[in-house]
């Protein structure tokens, strides 16, 4: 009897601890706040978030002018580091402008809606001259990943702007339409297949030697 009296006791004292374990509070969303700490916030580049649709054709005029200073360094790159230097530079500043324009959606007039696919094409057609003048400097097969990275931030570019503004890639693919034959065989060296895709530039690709 003293042997179960000792072994009541003892399991008591057991569930009373757990009991007052249960009841202490816990530390509030402790693995998520470890998760976000280690997953930095996307950085805005010192863009405004658009409004209106002048609001984003000033977002990305502003967009061209930061990528051309890019593109120029770029086409003075000597090296395959100085090349990764520019692209993580051209990429960020997409992404960037992406971060901005998530979640907008807005009314756009045709003349603005055609402004922003013209200048859309203009940094495009800019990146791919560049990126296709240091391929025959370099190599195509040491650049062909770097490009590969641009190719998927232009691509999410224009998803998003077509997201943000309705019917702005029908918009942007006519523009593409008229392309000229330099542009086009940039984009057939450099390989943005992802853009050529979503720009329907396909076809043309097939005729150029």
Known sequence: MQTFGRLLSVLTFLLSLGFIAHAL???????????????PAPSSGGYSRPSSGNDVLNLVVALKAKV????????????????????VAIVAEVKACVAVL?????????????????????????IVKVCAAVSVKLGVQVCLALWAQIDVALHLLILTLNVCIS??????????????????????LVRLDLCVRILVIAKALVTVN
């Open 167 to 188: 019917g702005f890639l029908a918009v942007l693919i006519k523009l593409c339409l008229n392309l000229d034959a330099e542009i086009i065989a940039a984009l057939k």
């Open 68 to 87: 051309d200073v890019h593109v120029d360094l770029l086409a003075k790159a000597a090296v395959v580091p100085d090349v990764e230097v520019s692209v």
């Open 25 to 39: 509070p816990a530390a509030p969303h402790a693995g998520l706040a470890v998760r976000e700490y280690n997953s």
């Open 102 to 126: 998530v979640g907008v959606k807005l009314d756009v007039d045709a003349e603005v809606k055609a402004k922003i696919a013209v200048t859309i094409v203009a940094i495009i057609s800019a």
